[in-house]
Structures are given as structure tokens and as C-alpha cells.
T-cell receptor, first 113, second 110 residues
């Protein structure tokens, strides 16, 4: 298993553009979490899904952010329109087993100019 | 509301010196706490969890409910310990989503 797979690894875009980040969780994991990492705030939970259904999106900073999980093997996080303050590393993670250890993707580093 | 506080954003120690990364939490019930680590150019990964009471790579962490702390310690730091360390708390409920602290960047100097 290749683990949690995210794309793109790096994205540089201009303010106002739409950004779509993608995640493929580990097969069989029932939850999927999206986190944002910044130096100032560390890791913030944005949203999570259970069996493809969004459960808690209270961490999504603004309406510009949206996330979907159309099936068990794919999720997207979209920012439209993007702003410079959205620059961060976005992680996708899924927990395994009774221990609920989180397995993270390598992250998508977003830079909005 | 649950919260995890890591007061030090940056910490530098010399190789062979003891290291302690501080973590304090606020939680209304019985917490389950973790330390995750992110080495340069690698994924964030679990280092240890308090319920296991284990030592991983020489690191230990003891849950102190009286002080609401879960500090990470290692008696003799190594250069390869240089990384970003996150303390995390799991919530009640089936999702058991993690709340992370803001992280501490540890640098072990030669």
C-alpha cells in the first residue's frame, strides 16, 4: 500500500484563482481528515468525513473553502477564490485500526501570490 | 473545549544533551495523548502514545493529569532527532479526531 496519496505536491497560483487539492486515502479506512499546517497555528483540522459523508466542517475557515468525497477512494479540497493567506501545507490523513493512528499524506504545499 | 499548547516554537540543544518538549492540554474527560513527528521531507508520523507507555527512539512521555501535561523527553539528544514535533489530543466520539498543538521545531546541534 502506497499510503495516503496527495496531489499536487506543490502549487503556486495567483490570488483569485481556484485551487483544487486531491487526496486518495488508504483503502478500507473509514474516516478522512483534512488538516492545514502553518507556522503560526500548527495543524488545524478543517473537515472530516466518515464513509464519504462530511461530519464536521467547523474548521473550514471561510465559504471559499469546500471539500467533497464522492467515493471511498477520493477526496478534494477546493479554495475559490484563493487568497495569499491561504498559503500553507494541506494534509490529508486517515486513521487505522482500534488505535486510530493517523496516517498522513505527504501534503500539498500551496503558495498564493 | 479541548486545547493543546506547545509553548516553544523553536528549541535547540546540543548533541548528547537532554531534551524536553513541553505540552500542556485542556480536556474535560480522560484524555488520550500522542506525539507525532515530522522529519525533514517526510510525512507526519506517530512517535508515541501515552497509553502504550513505550519508549520510541529513546523518547518517553508521561501523562501528568495533575499538571495536565504530556512532556516529551529524551536523555541524550541525537542529530537525527531534529524535526518538528506535535503534541496531540484525541476527542471523545467515534471519529476520535486529533487536536494538535502548534508544534515545536527541535534542532540538535553537533
Amino acid at each position: 500500500d502506497a499510503g495516503v496519496i496527495q496531489s499536487p505536491r506543490h502549487e503556486v497560483t495567483e490570488m483569485g484563482q481556484e485551487v483544487t487539492l486531491r487526496c486518495k486515502p488508504i483503502s478500507g479506512h473509514d474516516y478522512l481528515f483534512w488538516y492545514r499546517q502553518t507556522m503560526m497555528r500548527g495543524l488545524e483540522l478543517l473537515i472530516y468525513f466518515n464513509n464519504n459523508v462530511p461530519i464536521d466542517d467547523s474548521g473550514m475557515p471561510e465559504d471559499r473553502f469546500s471539500a467533497k468525497m464522492p467515493n471511498a477512494s477520493f477526496s478534494t479540497l477546493k479554495i475559490q477564490p484563493s487568497e495569499p493567506r491561504d498559503s500553507a501545507v494541506y494534509f490529508c490523513a486517515s486513521p487505522q485500526g482500534a488505535s486510530r493512528e493517523l496516517f498522513f499524506g505527504e501534503g500539498s504545499r500551496l503558495t498564493v501570490l | 473545549a479541548q486545547r493543546v499548547t506547545q509553548p516553544e516554537k523553536l528549541l535547540s540543544v546540543f548533541k548528547g544533551a537532554p531534551v524536553e518538549l513541553k505540552c500542556n492540554y485542556s480536556y474535560s474527560g480522560s484524555p488520550e495523548l500522542f506525539w507525532y513527528v515530522q522529519y525533514s521531507r517526510q510525512r507526519l508520523q506517530l512517535l508515541l502514545r501515552h497509553i502504550s507507555r513505550e519508549s520510541i527512539k529513546g523518547f518517553t512521555a508521561d501523562l501528568n493529569k495533575g499538571e495536565t501535561s504530556f512532556h516529551l523527553k529524551k536523555p541524550f539528544a541525537q542529530e537525527e532527532d531534529s524535526a518538528m514535533y506535535y503534541c496531540a489530543l484525541t476527542s471523545i466520539g467515534p471519529a476520535r479526531q486529533l487536536t494538535f498543538g502548534s508544534g515545536t521545531q527541535l534542532t540538535v546541534l553537533p
